[in-house]
């Protein structure tokens, strides 16, 4: 089974509107974080937001939430006021474990801005 | 501040020739050191990690090989590029390998074998 899914290989927001990307994830691990980076054309992979299994409240960093449903395995990224900048390819990723080199990926969303 | 330096940040080799990738890390000691690549379009394949000079795992058995010849320098190699060997490689690094531990990653490589 896939470790994270992101079933949206495309996305269009109007700029200045919200925009939710989605990630589920599969783990049995208790301890695990869960990652968002941005990919623009230039190839350099941002980070952009954690979230914790046992944070108790969602990540939110500037303009970047993460909408974090434990009991659904959900790990959705929201993004508010959408800018032309925020047009990039988006990767959902989870770590599991304590120790653990695994850093699994989804296959990503890529986002447009429409001005 | 850490910082992660990839090079060079394109190349076009032909097919047959040999690979060199180097990665180098720095404000930190003894990171966590990774190779991924990515195909067109595709998601991040992790190719080779290390937790110390001198370790490497092997993720997929491939035309490539690592090495870790000082704590914060990670290589990417190959003695024969084949043409699927074509993709971007991204080098990262990381504190730990605890859930916690996000990747910093560098600005890549985009690798073309014609």
């Known amino acids: 089974a896939q470790k994270i899914t992101q079933t949206q290989p495309g996305m269009f927001v109007q700029e200045k509107e919200a925009v939710t990307l989605d990630c589920t994830y599969d783990?049995?691990?208790?301890?695990?974080?869960l990652f968002w980076y941005k990919q623009p054309s230039s190839g350099e992979m941002i980070f952009l937001i954690y979230?914790?299994?046992?944070?108790?409240q969602n990540a939110t960093e500037g303009r970047y939430s993460l909408n974090f449903q434990k009991a659904r395995k959900s790990a959705n990224l929201v993004i508010s006021a959408s800018q032309l900048g925020d047009s990039a390819m988006y990767f959902c990723a989870m770590r599991e474990g304590i120790v653990g080199n695994q850093f699994y990926f989804g296959t990503g969303t890529s986002l447009t801005v429409i001005p | 501040s850490q910082t992660i330096h990839q090079w060079p940040a394109t190349l076009v080799q032909p097919v047959g020739s040999p690979l060199s990738l180097e990665c180098t890390v720095e404000?930190?000691?003894?990171?966590?050191l990774y190779w991924y690549r990515q195909a067109a379009g595709r998601g991040l394949q992790l190719l080779f990690y290390?937790?110390?000079?001198?370790?490497i795992s092997s993720e997929v058995p491939q035309n490539l090989s690592a090495s870790r010849p000082q704590d914060r320098q990670f290589i990417l190699s190959s003695k024969k590029l084949l043409l699927s060997d074509s993709g971007f490689y991204l080098c990262a690094w990381s504190v730990g390998a605890g859930a916690v531990d996000g990747y910093t990653f560098g600005s890549g490589t985009r690798l073309t074998v014609v």
């Open positions: 290390s937790v110390g000079i001198g370790q």
């Open positions: 783990t049995s691990d208790p301890s695990y974080g």
């Open positions: 404000g930190t000691s003894n990171p966590n």
């Open positions: 979230q914790g299994s046992y944070d108790q």
